[in-house]
Nanobody, 122 residues
Framework: QVQLQESGGAVVEIGGDLRLSCEAI????????MGWFRQVPGKEREWVAT???????YYAEFVANRFVISRDNDENMVWLQMNNLEPADTAVYYC????????????????WGPGTQVTVSS
């Protein structure tokens, strides 16, 4: 059974750090690219970061060297270390298996997991 479960979200102050976790019960986890997305109410979900099956990372421009994505293929886990958080980072964060389509990373699995809420207070 395919399942995505995110955790680690919290309320933090500006400049604070958080580490999000994702347990991804999917087939062939170790050979699939995994990504993080985020969504603010009223806006479309946006891509944040991807980690390739070999560990190569890709980041959205707005990450600006503040986030680090990592994975453990033996544990089916993906993490997103977020540093120096800004109010604009406030969102629900989701993980998903991703594939590259042109210049974009597209999610593969439906339905999405429940996500985890990150709130950066000013």
């Amino acid at each position: 059974q395919v399942q995505l479960q995110e955790s680690g979200g919290a309320v933090v102050e500006i400049g604070g750090d958080l580490r999000l976790s994702c347990e991804a019960i999917i087939r062939a986890f170790g050979v699939n690219n995994m990504g993080w997305f985020r969504q603010v109410p009223g806006k479309e979900r946006e891509w944040v970061a991807t980690i390739g099956w070999s560990g190569l990372p890709y980041y959205a421009e707005f990450v600006a060297n503040r986030f680090v994505i990592s994975r453990d293929n033996d544990e089916n886990m993906v993490w997103l270390q977020m540093n120096n958080l800004e109010p604009a980072d406030t969102a629900v964060y989701y993980c998903n298996q991703v594939v590259r389509t042109g210049e974009q990373w597209q999610p593969v699995i439906e339905p999405w997991g429940p996500g985890t809420q990150v709130t950066v207070s000013s």
